[in-house]
Structures are given as C-alpha cells and as structure tokens.
C-alpha cells in the first residue's frame, strides 16, 4: 500500500514557476514508477508526465515538453514536478499517482495503482 500526498500548489503568474512534490508512504516507493496528471474544470483528467523507479527515463506529454521537470528522491521518497513558463492553460488540479510497474511510463489512468488527493494550481494571465 501506498499513500501518496501533493503539496506545493498556489496562485502563480503566467511566465513564473511552481514545484509540486508527492511525498509517498511505504518502504517500496524505490520500486515504483510515478506519473503525474492534472485535471482541469470540466475536462477529463489528464496525463502531465511519468518517470521510472530508477529516475532514468521520463516521459511528458507534448504541451508541458521543454517547460515541465519530473525528478524523484528515493531516499526522501518523494518525486517533483517542476513547472516553468506557466501558462493559464496550466491551470488544474494536479495529482501524483504511483505504478507497481517499474520501469514502465504509463500514461493512462489505470495504469496507476495509487493516487493522491490533488493540488490546485491556478495560472493567472
């Protein structure tokens, strides 16, 4: 079992930078690859980004590449999201999710065992 939990959100202007952090529960975390999705009023949840177990790989969706940073700290437990150059259409809740699937870069929900409970992030233009 894991539990996972978001900070890190706020009130940002368009151009500036927040970092979101998922601190994870549980000794296995090392084994567990990360994702993060956001979710926007009215829309469907949305895949943001992954990284790998290991922290070797990651994967962003086109409209974060080049601004958005998925990093982790096995030893903290802990995975970031770094966010550069926002934009209002950054504007979500953002949620941390965890894959027993290690070295695998889901970007589907259901490929995502745990989640946490979401952090907002508003954009203003």
């Given at each position: 079992?894991?539990?996972l939990v978001e900070s890190g959100g706020?009130?940002?202007?368009?151009?500036?930078?927040?970092?979101?952090?998922?601190?994870?529960?549980?000794?296995?975390?090392?084994?567990?690859?990360?994702?993060?999705?956001?979710?926007?009023?009215?829309?469907?949840?949305?895949?943001?980004?992954?990284?790998?177990?290991?922290?070797?790989?990651?994967?962003?969706?086109?409209?974060?590449?080049?601004?958005?940073?998925?990093?982790?700290?096995?030893?903290?437990?802990?995975?970031?999201?770094?966010?550069?150059?926002?934009?209002?259409?950054?504007?979500?809740?953002?949620?941390?999710a965890a894959s027993r699937r290690g070295?695998?870069?889901?970007?589907?929900?259901?490929?995502?065992?745990?989640?946490?409970?979401?952090?907002?992030?508003?954009?203003?233009?």
């Amino acid at each position: 079992q894991v539990q996972l939990v978001e900070s890190g959100g706020g009130l940002v202007q368009a151009g500036g930078s927040l970092r979101l952090s998922c601190a994870a529960s549980g000794r296995t975390f090392s084994s567990y690859s990360m994702g993060w999705f956001r979710q926007a009023p009215g829309k469907e949840r949305e895949f943001v980004g992954a990284i790998t177990s290991t922290g070797r790989r990651t994967y962003y969706t086109d409209s974060v590449k080049g601004r958005f940073t998925i990093s982790r700290d096995n030893a903290k437990s802990t995975v970031y999201l770094q966010m550069n150059s926002l934009k209002p259409e950054d504007t979500a809740v953002y949620y941390c999710a965890a894959s027993r699937r290690g070295s695998y870069l889901g970007t589907r929900r259901h490929e995502y065992e745990y989640w946490g409970q979401g952090t907002q992030v508003t954009v203003s233009s």
